[in-house]
Every structure is written in structure tokens, then in C-alpha cells.
């Protein structure tokens, strides 16, 4: 599987951006773009050929072309896309085992599958949306158009991302709810000594490969999720009641109160105590 990994901190600039409709019978014409080049499918079907393979394309696939490969039509077609042609300084391409996990995420990344079929009738209407208002902005150019539309062509690739992992776990079945339900769990046991192995059996799905897919979802791991759940609950702890730092910690699942001030403190950059009696804010 390919994917095209991005830094999120620096926007994609695009150089082009519309929708194409072919009513009548038309085959794409034969080019090398100096551009990435993004098609989202609406209506009919296309054939094309890049870089020596052939590709189908139905309403609701996505597909990325790459720069300075030959790309052109292969049969007529009959199709509506929405299309963003744009280029990005620090942009990857990434090759994993076919039936490997699609965990090629990273903080502060954005990744784009080369290919995807979008069944998520929801999600795909946001895309949509998403696009439409990039399209919009592109067309009316008024103050800083360059910037809303790069700005809504980053959030339409996030969006995109998302429906990637959906469809990826629901291939291998694990669902939306189920994250979510890993979540409220955990909140409803934050206070107990929580391992692998009790997640595990309580969860009934193996915890490694649950773990992963958390992770692909969230971008954290699950004990990283439980960390934050029990500072969230510790902070408003600190703040409305009088308990003491021992009593906080072992409310939310740390009997060493030592290691629960030290973890504290990393997350927000002050010990409970100060916490407690400071005006600051933290931000988890």
C-alpha cells in the first residue's frame, strides 16, 4: 500500500482547483505534472494508466497522482471529479505490506493514501463540503483566498486521513465505537491498576493489535489516553476539593503519590501543590 506523508506545520500550496465534468465519452490526455494531483470521483467512472499500471476508478474514489510520472486516459469515460493539483516542501512516499496495519501516522503529520474507496456516506458528504468551500474560495479570491483555501485543503486531507483509518478498521473490524468504547472504559476504571493483560481480557480483543489501532485512530497509545484521563480528573480534583495529594493519587490509580506529583508536574509543569494554589492554567 502507498500513502504520502506531509508536515502538517507547513501548508500545501495549491496551484489548482475546480471541478471537471464529462458528460460525453472523453479520455484524459497524455502529461507529466510538476504537481501532486488529488481526484475525487463524483459521478461515473475513468480509466487511466501512471507510471505503466492501469487503474478503475468508480464514484467515491479518492486518488493521488504523483509528480513527474506520465499519467494519461486509457478508455473514454464519463465522469464528474473535484481535483486539487498542489505541491508541499517536506512530503514523503511511503510503501507497507499490503496486509499490514496502515499505521503510518505521525504527530504533527498529515497521511494521504494513494488510493481509497470512501463508503462512508457521512464522512464523504463532509469531504465534499470541504472541498467545495476550498473550490469556492479559489473562484472568488477575495483577501487572503491562498491562505483559506490551503487552510481548507489541509482540513479536507485530515478528513481524508480519518476516513482512511475507518475504512482500514472496518476491513479488519475494528469499529468506530469500539474506540470510543476503549475511552469511556477507561474513564469508568481510571482508578484501578490497569495492565495489558486486564485490558485484554476485559476488552476480550487482543491488547497488542487493539493498542495499534488506537493508536492509528488517536495518534496516542492507550496507556497514553489512560495518563491523560487520570491528569484531567486529578486537575479538577486539585481544584475543587481539599484532598490531599496522596488521597488525588490514589483516587485516580497511582499508589506511589511521589510518581503521580512527578508525572503531574511533566504534563503541566507544576507539582499539585502549586497547581492548586496557582492562578496558571494547564493545558493537557
Known amino acids: 500500500m502507498v500513502f ?3 508536515d502538517a506545520n507547513i501548508l500545501p500550496t495549491i496551484t489548482l482547483i ?3 465534468i464529462r458528460t460525453g465519452m472523453h479520455q484524459n490526455i497524455r502529461r507529466v505534472s510538476e504537481d501532486y494531483i488529488f481526484y475525487l ?3 461515473g467512472e475513468m480509466f487511466f494508466n501512471e507510471g505503466g499500471i492501469d487503474y478503475h476508478l468508480h464514484k467515491g474514489d479518492c486518488f493521488l497522482f504523483e509528480p513527474d510520472i506520465l499519467h494519461f486516459g486509457t478508455q473514454d469515460s464519463r ?3 473535484r481535483y486539487i493539483h498542489f505541491h508541499h516542501p517536506a512530503i514523503e512516499r511511503i510503501e507497507t505490506d ?3 496495519p496502515t499505521d503510518v501516522s505521525s504527530q504533527g503529520f498529515v497521511t494521504l493514501p494513494k488510493r481509497l474507496r470512501i463508503e462512508d456516506v457521512a464522512g464523504s458528504k463532509r469531504l465534499l463540503a470541504t472541498i467545495g468551500d476550498a473550490i469556492t474560495r479559489s473562484y472568488t479570491r477575495l483577501e487572503n483566498w491562498e491562505i483559506d483555501c490551503a487552510c481548507l485543503v489541509q482540513q479536507a486531507f485530515l478528513q481524508l ?6 475504512s482500514d478498521q472496518k476491513q479488519r473490524g475494528i469499529s468506530e465505537q469500539r474506540m470510543y468504547t476503549i475511552i469511556s472504559y477507561l474513564y469508568d476504571n481510571h482508578s484501578r491498576k490497569l495492565t495489558g493483560a486486564v485490558l485484554e481480557k476485559e476488552l476480550s480483543y487482543n491488547f497488542d493489535y ?3 489501532q488506537f493508536h492509528r485512530f488517536f495518534n496516542v497509545s492507550i496507556f497514553q489516553m489512560l495518563e491523560t484521563i487520570r491528569m484531567e480528573i486529578s486537575r479538577n480534583l486539585l481544584l475543587t476539593t481539599d484532598y490531599s495529594v496522596e488521597r488525588i493519587a490514589t483516587e485516580v490509580g497511582y499508589k506511589d503519590a511521589s510518581y503521580f506529583s512527578k508525572v503531574f508536574k511533566k504534563r503541566t509543569g507544576l507539582s499539585p501543590v502549586r497547581y492548586r494554589h496557582s492562578t496558571e492554567t494547564a493545558t493537557f
Open 4 to 6: 504520502f506523508r506531509y
Open 18 to 20: 475546480g471541478q471537471d
Open 41 to 43: 470521483v463524483t459521478e
Open 79 to 81: 465522469y464528474q471529479i
Open 98 to 100: 499490503e496486509n499490514a
Open 161 to 166: 486521513r480519518r476516513l482512511s483509518v475507518l
Open 210 to 212: 487493539l493498542n495499534q
